[in-house]
């Protein structure tokens, strides 16, 4: 039997806690049998950043991109391997800088999803352009901040167009804070979006490849503790929708590394936020969830370079507005055509499939490093990296609990599936 040798390289920012994990269970679940007769042997390796010629070959079969979103160096390195050198991105570099937060409002709500009704007003002050001056003075017309927030109604959220990490994101209740958070707004261009109030569920869903996980999220807890360990929060119906969406908008740009926040209010499913190129996968806030989220990343590359997967530039939009644009599917029609879309897109059957037949040994393996004390390491360190040192027992018998927890969990899923 051939072993075909393939190298993953993360391209990485200041996290240790995932990487970390995610070469060890790469280590430890060794070379895959493929397809055809050929054997998979997985390196893993971190990228470094340095002067690259433009028609350097990468060594690279596949990167996990955690740093382009605000170092641009390596921004233009993976476009180039992207469009030169056929290496696979988890996420398409040219949609998530095109396609940031608007631009994804702008497509879900043309696939007829609830995005809250949205409003994206001026630049408060200036932009610094030497055009500006003469081009506001001539075209810029004078408008009612006022009027727009009376249409969209209190209260309401002003976030920039492009969002992150909750930077510039207020809670507005009336016009005096309207005007308070516009002023501060300064060079950043705002949305203003009709606020969901008093929902019944906060869901985030963390979409890796042609798998979901949905969390029940609170946001007005400190972070540690805003993914509630919270199996049953969802009705079925709306627990699928959510899902639904959070593939069918990784499948409509190209993405599979995201993920995406959903209002649940009298049964209706309200997108939010669902354009985040490096979502969160650190170990202190998804805890429980965490050893879901390195076993799915792990499967995800191991099935795309073993199957010979091709990742995607283009987007094939036409597919999806040929269904939106039906007067005669009702939205949950629509629903059920976007998600069959989208699992053709994954190939989630075949997925399945791998992941149940090369695959199979990869939950005990994961179990038994997570249950291990080289896992405790990792967790000991991890706090240690990230709170003070007054806090680090608290922290870490907090997050021994969780892991515990997700330990009994998954043997006796494991056990009863045997
Ligand atoms: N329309 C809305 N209705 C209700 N709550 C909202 C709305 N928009 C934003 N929020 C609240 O504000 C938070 C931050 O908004 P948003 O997710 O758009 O910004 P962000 O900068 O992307 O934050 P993050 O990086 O944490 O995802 C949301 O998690 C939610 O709690
Ligand atoms: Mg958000």
């Known amino acids: 039997m051939t072993t075909e040798r393939t190298l993953i390289g993360l391209l990485l920012g200041t996290e240790e806690d995932w990487p970390r994990a995610f070469e060890e269970v790469l280590r430890r679940l060794g070379p895959v049998p493929g397809t055809g007769g050929t054997r998979h042997a997985f390196d893993c390796e971190r990228i470094t950043i340095e002067p690259f010629g433009l028609r350097d070959r990468p060594r690279y079969h596949l990167v996990i991109d955690r740093l382009a979103y605000w170092y641009y160096h390596p921004r233009e390195w993976l476009k180039k391997v992207a469009l030169m050198d056929g290496v696979y991105l988890l996420n398409s570099p040219f949609t998530f800088q095109s396609m940031e937060k608007h631009a ?4 879900m709500m043309r696939l007829g999803l609830k995005v809250p009704d949205t409003v994206l007003v001026p630049y408060k002050n200036p932009v610094d352009n030497a055009r500006y001056a003469y081009t506001a003075a001539r075209y810029n017309r004078p408008f009612d901040l006022d009027a727009i927030a009376g249409r969209i109604g209190y209260p309401l959220y002003m976030k920039p167009y492009d ?18 958070a516009y ?3 300064g060079e950043m261009l705002m949305h203003l979006q009709k606020a969901i109030d008093d929902y ?3 869901a985030r869903s963390l979409s890796i490849g042609a798998e979901t996980m949905v969390m029940r999220f609170r946001p007005d807890q400190p972070m540690h503790l805003r993914y509630a360990v919270d199996h049953g929060f969802l009705t079925p119906q709306a627990g699928g929708e959510v899902v639904t969406i ?3 908008v990784n499948a409509f740009f190209r993405w599979e590394l995201n993920s995406c926040e959903t209002l649940v209010k009298d049964g209706e499913v309200y997108p939010i936020d669902y354009a985040n190129a490096c979502p969160d996968l650190a170990l202190t806030s998804l805890h429980y969830y965490f050893p879901w989220a390195i076993k799915a990343l792990v499967k995800w590359c191991v099935f795309a370079m073993a199957t010979g997967r091709r990742p995607r530039f283009d987007v094939a939009a036409d597919q999806y507005f040929e269904v939106a644009d039906d007067p005669g ?13 989208a699992d053709a897109y994954f190939e989630s059957e075949r997925y399945q499939d791998f992941c149940a037949t090369r695959l199979a040994h990869l939950d005990e393996i994961v179990l038994d490093w997570v249950a291990g004390p080289g896992f405790d390491e990792l967790l000991v360190q991890t706090v240690r990296s990230v709170y003070p040192a007054h806090e680090h027992d608290q922290f870490i018998a907090h997050l021994r609990g969780l892991l515990g927890m997700w330990v009994r969990d998954e043997s006796a899923r494991l056990r009863a599936s045997a």
């Open 183 to 185: 002023d501060q707004s």
């Open 329 to 341: 599917v009702s939205y949950a029609g629509k629903l059920d055509a976007y998600r069959a879309l």
């Open 163 to 180: 969002g992150g990490a909750w930077r510039g994101v207020s809670r507005v209740r009336n016009p005096a804070e309207l005007h308070a």
């Open 246 to 248: 959070g593939r069918l």
């Open 200 to 202: 019944d569920a906060f």
């Open 104 to 107: 994804a409002y702008c497509a």
